[in-house]
């Protein structure tokens, strides 16, 4: 199978004709490329939403999803990756792709959002912003799934936020590492690929992420505490290269946005409940998940306060979008 290592440049005259599509009579199979294991729950979600599509397809379109980075794509590569046509498919998370598209990263200004009610009011505004953003890298994003519950998991319990002075937090994306800094940290922007091999060798001592990504990398085998922050959100995209999506029918395409837009809602609930699920096999493996004092975080809203405006004059294309979504919920 070809991956994104074995890729020859000789090989780009290719890209016309996408080389993980594979076509059998009327058939159609397309990869998939995610970067999360097959027990992580958005893995589980892409896997039902392939066998709903060859179900609703009756198998003429069949998603072959390949986890774990199988394909050699890391997260940050895969909106380009799509866009490029080096993989049809691809569960990509939005904050990793700033580097290409600013505005993906909206989500994960800290403390911006604080419910998945008030995420739902923010993708409202945000949608059309993510329509263009798909336009302009050549595909189509068929449904978004937001992460849980953020946490900072540490190698011991704090009383303050002297307690992470120096302490290197890995962060996915740009905005949470400048929030670790903030915070007294050392935000350390690295591929969720990486986290694991940089804890065991003690490159990091800390990592910002849900529960559910602290389960993927048993995080209890370095880390004692994991702190109920809720400091941002993200989501992920499943998106499709958009002349892989031409090139299906059109009684097909519809077919697979009705399953999407079936799914979605379900897929939110699977991320709600998976938050418990994972907090309850952190504890079971040894570490402790507290809630920070009130007095702690009203200290990390105050010196992250910064990163809206920041982010504003970065990425002012976001600002109608805040300004809406905060008129809505009645905040400023």
């Known amino acids: 199978m070809i991956t994104r290592r074995t890729f020859l440049p000789a090989a780009a005259g290719l890209l016309a004709a996408p080389v993980f599509i594979r076509r059998a009579a009327a058939a159609t199979q397309l990869d998939l490329a995610t970067v999360w294991p097959d027990g992580n729950f958005h893995t589980q979600n892409v896997k039902r939403f392939a066998a709903e599509v060859a179900k609703a397809t009756g198998n003429a379109v069949t998603i072959n999803v390949q986890s774990g980075g199988a394909l050699g794509f890391k997260g940050p590569e895969q909106l380009a990756a799509v866009r490029d046509g080096l993989v049809p498919m691809a569960d990509i998370l939005n904050n990793q792709q700033i580097g290409d598209e600013p505005a993906m990263g909206v989500e994960s200004i800290s403390f911006l959002v604080g419910s998945f009610d008030e995420l739902k009011v923010l993708h409202k505004h945000l949608m059309p912003e993510y329509e263009r953003i798909a336009a302009r890298n050549n595909q189509k994003f068929l449904y978004i799934v937001p992460w849980p519950t953020q946490y900072i998991h540490l190698k011991s319990p704090i009383s303050s936020l ?40 003690g490159r990091i001592e800390g990592v910002a992420t849900s529960a559910t990504s602290g389960v993927d990398g048993r995080f209890w085998e370095f880390l004692k505490v994991a702190y109920r922050t809720n400091h941002t959100f993200s989501s992920q995209l499943v998106s499709i290269n958009l002349d892989s999506w031409n090139g299906l029918s059109a009684e097909n395409r ?8 079936r799914l979605q809602p379900e897929f939110w609930n699977v991320a709600a409940n998976d938050d418990a699920t994972s907090v309850k096999k952190l504890t079971d493996g040894g570490m402790q998940v507290l809630d920070p004092s009130p007095e702690m975080m009203a200290e990390m809203r105050r010196r992250t306060a910064p990163i809206k405006e920041e982010f504003l004059k970065r990425v002012p294309a976001a600002r109608p979008i805040i300004t809406a979504y905060l008129a809505e919920l009645g905040r400023s």
């Open 162 to 201: 002297d307690g992470l002075r120096g302490v290197r937090i890995r962060s996915s994306d740009k905005t949470t590492a400048d929030m670790a800094n903030l915070l007294g940290g050392a935000g350390t922007m690295m591929p969720w690929g990486e986290v694991v091999p940089a804890l065991a060798s």
């Open 254 to 261: 519809g077919k697979i946005e009705e399953v999407a837009r």
